[in-house]
């Protein structure tokens, strides 16, 4: 017993002497200026961001979005006493005062953080470059040109976006929001660990979910290119984003052959569909335009137009071979 009294005196006197978590500075987060330092947001509690701060939970999506080959950390923050709503098997509704953010990496090496803030106002996307050090983000506005080697050694000169760039990705009716945390894009043990500790209202029910990008050889090729379309392309190609206009639209749920772009001819690719004429030629990958653009690294061809300096390989061989079997 006296064993066991001073064992329980030894943890009480450490578990006092422990500093108390660092709470998220929701003033900051909800507040009406521009956090010139990312660490002025208390998302992380060491200078290198790389330990979440209480209520921050990392998450990954089923199949990211892909921008040059980097390392991407995601987390999600609700604050205390606020719960996120299901949407169906669609976006995930965050309270104000909730926040997205984004690590993007070349080799361990932290180049950016992308944040969205949900204020009362709406939904503020933010970027932040990080210094040599490694010990801070700064804002940076007009976004930023950084010279590095893509993990496949190609010397690139990597694009920050700038906060107008921001929100040509996430725009739905020209109304800043998410685009990543779509249940259908996310692991049904994620959303439930997520539902049970408060922080989701439920777990929503998800009849197909888009497969994990590391599984897309052992799923049907149709599943693993429409999962990567819907990531790289249905922010803008869907019909209330960037893209509406071009009545292509590459989201998971679509199921109409035209809109997904078979044998459709372009509303007005101009030099950016080269010598094709239809967006999705069945069985003929190589006259259809959305692989033509995907393979081109030209400005005013390329699709995305922005994200990506270089070619993705991998995901221009699930879409070849997804137009390769369609008949």
């Not at 991998?314 to 008949?327: D, L, Q, Y």
């Amino acid at each position: 017993m006296r064993l066991l009294a001073a064992a329980l005196l030894v943890l009480g006197t450490a578990l006092a002497a422990a500093p108390a978590p660092v709470p998220v500075n929701d003033a900051v987060v909800t507040g009406g200026g521009y956090p010139q330092t990312l660490g002025e947001l208390g998302f992380f509690t060491d200078p290198g961001a790389r330990q979440p701060a209480a209520g921050v939970v990392p998450y990954r999506l089923q199949t990211p979005l892909w921008t040059d080959g980097a390392e991407k950390d995601r987390f999600v923050y609700v604050p205390a006493g606020q719960q996120a709503r299901a949407q169906g098997d669609g976006l995930i509704d965050l309270p104000v005062g909730s926040a997205l953010i984004k690590h993007f990496a070349f080799g361990g090496k932290l180049i950016e953080t992308r944040v969205l803030l949900h204020r009362k106002d709406g939904w503020l996307a933010l970027p932040y470059v990080w210094n040599a050090a490694q010990n801070e983000a700064r804002l940076a506005l007009a976004g930023k040109r950084i010279d590095l080697v893509t993990p496949t050694g190609q010397a690139i000169s990597y694009g920050v976006p700038n906060k107008n760039q921001c929100k040509d990705c996430h725009s739905l009716d020209n109304v800043t929001m998410p685009i990543g945390p779509k249940a259908y894009n996310l692991s049904a043990a994620w959303l439930t660990a997520f539902a049970k500790s408060g922080k989701l209202d439920r777990v929503p029910v998800v009849d197909r979910r888009i497969p994990l990008w590391e599984q897309r050889a052992k799923v049907p090729v149709a599943d693993a290119a429409r999962g990567y379309l819907d990531a790289n392309c249905a922010h803008c190609h869907n019909p209330k984003g960037a893209a509406s206009n071009s009545g292509l639209y590459l989201g998971w749920q679509v199921t109409d052959r035209i809109a997904l772009g078979v044998m459709k001819r372009p509303v007005a690719a101009g030099r950016g569909a080269g010598p094709h004429e239809f967006d999705v030629v069945p069985g003929q990958p190589d006259h259809s335009i959305l692989l033509y653009r995907f393979a081109s690294t030209e400005g005013g061809v390329a699709m995305p137009e922005l994200g990506r300096e270089t070619r993705d390989p991998a995901g221009e061989a699930v879409v070849r071979a997804w137009i390769a079997g369609m008949r």
